[in-house]
């Protein structure tokens, strides 16, 4: 039911303490599935294809494991996530709202 991997955009905001700084190079195949991704997310709708690189610069790879929690409702959010393959239960005051599948995405206010 959970994700098996996902791609954060690194917040700069976190700075030198951040719980994850390094940054990767994202294969062809794999920027062309997160572009499409990313294409509907509406923080990005705006970006020409050199802003869009950009974004591509600050992704990396995150894993987490069914029954992880990934972000706790109230927690300051670091991340904005990718699904690339799984499904992620999305719960608010404990209650299940919804569950994001590849391509699925969360954690926007994070970027903003």
Do not use: W
């Not at 869009?52 to 600050?58: H, N, P």
């Not at 927690?75 to 990718?82: A, L, M, Q, R, S």
């Amino acid at each position: 039911k959970m994700f098996e991997c996902s791609l954060d955009v690194q917040n700069t905001r976190s700075g030198p303490n951040s719980r994850r700084q390094s940054v990767v190079s994202i294969d062809l195949s794999k920027k062309e599935s997160l572009s499409k991704s990313i294409a509907k997310n509406a923080l990005f709708l705006h970006l020409n294809e050199e802003e869009m690189s950009e974004v591509f610069d600050y992704l990396f790879p995150s894993i987490a494991e069914q029954e992880d929690t990934i972000i706790q409702q109230g927690d300051e959010g670091d991340n904005f996530y990718i699904i690339e393959q799984g499904a992620v239960d999305i719960y608010v005051n404990d209650a299940k709202v919804v569950t994001l599948g590849e391509g699925g995405s969360f954690g926007e206010l994070a970027l903003i």
